[in-house]
């Protein structure tokens, strides 16, 4: 059984702090790996994928990546209260279903004023 | 451009009733998803398509059926409905096998009394 966990939260930042979120997953040979805000009530919208090891940086958010430890971050710089979400990272799996993409349960941030 | 369409957006069932919710997508993309979101329970896949006229089984299926004869359309068949079915249902596409970025559409959210 594939599995993603996150920290349930919530994850409570003042407006202006960083917010970090973390993700580990159990499928050794995943390559892809993604991060979806999802505001209460609508959809999953991606905001990050990463692909190789390291950082990678797309306006105030930046995704890191550590296959050797299975962990995957983003991180929310200048936290605003827009970014009060529930962030899901996901996680494809291996081999022959590689187009298939296993969730975690999400981490619930809330940016106060 | 559309994206990903859903309809409908609410629907309430009586237990042993059946629907079709109707997924369709303009982005001519070849993998299409069905996923459900229960509380705190993350996203589960229910059914997957990789091409029209090519289905199979996710992790949740029972009590599910799908079809996929074109590329746009891939609506999810729910048959005798169960209190168990009420959730959020999401229709996804992506276009690639293994860069598999994920594009979500507004979701049904239903309710089975």
């Known amino acids: 059984q594939k599995e993603v966990e996150q920290n349930s939260g919530p994850l409570s930042v003042p407006e202006g702090a960083i917010a970090s979120l973390n993700c580990t997953y159990s499928?050794?040979?995943?390559?892809?790996f993604f991060w979806y805000r999802q505001y209460s009530g609508k959809s999953p919208e991606l905001i990050m994928s990463i692909y190789s090891n390291g950082d990678k940086e797309d306006g105030r958010f930046t995704a890191q990546l550590n296959k050797a430890s299975q962990y995957v971050s983003l991180l929310i710089r200048d936290s605003q209260p827009s970014d009060s979400a529930t962030y899901l990272c996901a996680v494809n799996d291996s081999g022959g279903s590689n187009y298939k993409l296993t969730f975690g349960k999400g981490t619930l941030l809330t940016v106060n004023p | 451009n559309a994206g990903v369409t859903q309809t409908p957006k609410f629907r309430i069932l009586k237990i042993g009733q059946s629907m079709t919710l109707q997924c369709t997508q303009d982005m001519n993309h070849n993998y299409m998803y069905w996923y459900r979101q229960d509380p705190g329970m993350g996203l589960k896949l229910i059914y997957y398509s990789v091409g029209a006229g090519i289905t199979d089984k996710g992790e949740v299926p029972n009590g599910y059926n799908v079809s996929r004869s074109t590329t746009e359309d891939f609506p999810l068949r729910l048959e005798l409905a169960a209190p168990s079915q009420t959730s959020v249902y999401f229709c996804?596409?992506?276009?690639?096998?293994?860069?598999?970025?994920?594009?979500f559409g507004p979701g049904t959210r239903l309710t089975v009394t």
């Open positions: 996804a596409t992506s276009r690639f096998r293994e860069y598999n970025e994920q594009y």
């Open positions: 499928d050794r040979g995943s390559q892809s």
